[in-house]
């Protein structure tokens, strides 16, 4: 067990939702802090406290109560909290992260009860230390940023945006055990161009519209700035900015400190180990496939430029991996007639004739993946599915737009449509489908898998940076753990339930690339990989007296 120092006594201790074990304070601990007659006389176990709990959880009527549920156990008791969400990961991350995170982002003014992180705002240019300064815990590790600007599938939900760097904290916590301690949430409120939420009467945020330009820039330089100084040893992670700066963010930052953006990078690594499954099931290498892209923001060109990564990593030259990618966005196919193309595109522009409808496209250029990452439900349509179906015996469909409402197309779609051959895989959970008497099971192509391991690797070995060969490697290992029996029922990912598992062997990977190529910080151990499991966070409660 964890011995800790009681800092607290009495109702501050009750009150202290890191500290606080409820009824599981054992009688000497009473007795030694000022706890009788402040808790009910009889002293449960977690186990015990769990199974009063979870009664609770699942009896709320809808998944966004069940969110409100699980947030104020939270916000009293984190031990208690955490133990829950391990002990139940796959039942509880849908309520935790997407799908339910997205309407908890939306209805946040209405079920918001206790701040949790920081808030940085416009208002606070010039100030941004200061704001910093005020947060409790100086050995923060892990943070995630969001500027609310584009909100999973849903665009522009300004402060409400919080709910994300905080459900992706709780996933670095719950899948690799990062402590909870040395995770910080932010939102940077800079407005919100949502009139309709700006208008709300329960809306919490700055209400004007987003700030732009050269304030913009000089506010999140400020921020950066201030979190390198006051947090010397902490991971970046940016999430959810709208498409421009979320590349602009990158490029600025990524090798200059410990950073990344797991809506570009995390996105690409899963996927990229659902192309290595896939390939196992249709006997196509990576290097071998056409790819053709529905959308060509932040997840679809961090994919390619992974891809393209992997690709000259297993022998290929760049132009070769380059012009396997094929992307089309609201304009129509990225090619090189076009004159509004955004850099980040122009490596994937083709010399072909212009073609606006996808179907045409997949008629055209035959890909074996169609990867949707458009956030335009009902675009991968029964068409464009059988095209799929008539090209490859096995046609891979990732429908990864979230949440479930946005996605391409439904898993019931993908294998109907394709009888059966369809290797689907999605962004938010499908439930299993059984098509003329087999049953399907979906792959969740979840950051989850990739990003706390990540993390949690950059953390033990002390990573100045976080580069995309971490990324690869990242995939290849999650690919690694894919069992042929999760295969033979069409599962391109490992089930949730061995999220830790697969984090633990994620991070020691991410660990030896960072001392290999001199980005560690710490000092070596000697078993990389006991030091990993040393290093993951335990929701035990801590003994405070015996
Ligand atoms: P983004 O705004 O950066 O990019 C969206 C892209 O889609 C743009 O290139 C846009 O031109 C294109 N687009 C829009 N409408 C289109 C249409 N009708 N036809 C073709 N292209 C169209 O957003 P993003 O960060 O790239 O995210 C896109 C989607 O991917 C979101 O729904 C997000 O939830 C999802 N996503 C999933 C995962 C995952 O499953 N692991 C991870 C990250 C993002």
Redesign the pocket.
């Known amino acids: 067990m964890t011995e800790l120092p009681a800092v607290k006594r009495g109702a501050a201790l009750l009150n202290d939702p890191e500290l606080n074990k409820g009824t599981a304070f054992t009688e000497a601990e009473r007795s030694a802090l000022g706890l009788r007659g402040l808790l009910p006389p009889r002293v449960m176990t977690q186990h015990e406290q769990l199974e009063r709990f979870l009664p609770g959880v699942r009896s709320r009527p809808t998944p966004l109560d069940q969110y409100a549920y699980l947030v104020g156990l939270h916000d009293r008791n984190v031990t208690l909290f955490y133990r829950l969400v391990m002990d139940h990961l796959e039942e509880m991350m849908p309520i935790l992260y997407t799908p339910t995170v997205g309407q908890a982002c939306q209805e946040f003014g209405r079920i918001f009860r206790r701040s949790r992180g920081l808030f940085v705002t416009a208002d606070d240019a010039g100030r941004v230390r200061e704001v910093l300064a005020n947060w409790p815990h100086d050995d923060v590790r892990m943070i995630v940023v969001t500027d609310g600007e ?1 909100i ?2 849903l665009g522009d939900l300004g402060a409400n945006g919080m709910g994300i760097p905080i459900g992706k904290l709780t996933l670095y916590t719950a899948c690799a055990g990062v402590p909870p301690r040395q995770c910080l949430p932010i939102a940077i409120d800079v407005g919100t161009d949502n009139t309709h939420l700006r208008e709300s009467a329960s809306y919490m945020g700055l209400r004007q519209p987003r700030l732009r330009g050269a304030a913009y820039d000089a506010l999140l330089d400020e921020f950066v700035e201030a979190v390198q100084e006051r947090f010397p040893q902490v991971c970046l992670q940016f999430e959810d900015f ?2 421009h700066n ?1 590349f602009t963010l990158l490029d600025k930052w990524r090798d200059r400190m410990c950073t990344f953006n797991d ?1 570009i990078q ?2 690409a690594s ?2 990229l180990a659902g192309l290595y499954s896939a390939a196992r099931i249709t006997g196509t290498p990576i290097t071998d496939m056409r790819l053709l892209f ?7 060109i961090g994919i390619g430029d992974l891809v393209v990564e992997a690709m000259t990593e297993e022998g290929i030259s760049s132009a070769d991996a380059h012009s396997r990618c094929w992307f ?4 129509g196919l990225v090619v090189k007639s076009r004159t509004d193309l955004a850099v980040h595109k122009q490596p994937y522009a083709h010399d072909h004739p212009p073609v606006a409808s ?1 179907l045409e496209a997949v008629e055209t250029i035959k890909p074996h993946a169609i990867i949707g ?4 439900p009902g ?1 991968f349509t029964a068409p464009v599915l059988a095209a799929m179906a008539r090209h490859h015996a096995r046609p891979i469909v990732m429908a ?4 479930t409402s ?1 996605a391409e197309c439904t898993a019931r779609e993908a294998y109907a449509t394709t009888d059966g051959r369809a290797i689907f895989a ?3 959970p499908f439930a299993p489908v059984t098509h003329k008497g087999r049953t399907h099971v979906p792959g969740q ?3 989850a898998y990739i990003f706390p391991g990540v993390g949690l690797g950059v953390i033990v070995a002390d990573s100045s940076r976080v580069t995309d060969e971490m990324f690869a490697a990242a995939a290849r290992t999650l690919a690694s753990t894919v069992t042929d029996d999760d295969l033979a029922m069409g599962r391109i990912y490992p089930s949730l339930s061995r999220i830790r598992e697969v984090s633990h062997a994620i991070a020691v990977e991410v660990a030896r690339l960072a001392y290999e190529r001199g980005l560690a910080r710490a000092p070596r151990p000697d078993d990389l990989s006991a030091a990993v499991s040393a290093a993951m966070y335990q929701p035990v409660y801590p003994v405070y007296a015996e």
Not at 328 to 331: A, E, G
């Open positions: 584009r999973l599938g709208g498409n979320a809506d995390g996105t899963v996927t529905l959308g060509a923001g932040e997840a679809g089309m966005d609201s304009k996808f990452v458009s956030g335009m675009t990864l737009s979230n949440p946005k999605s962004g938010s192509g979840n950051n």
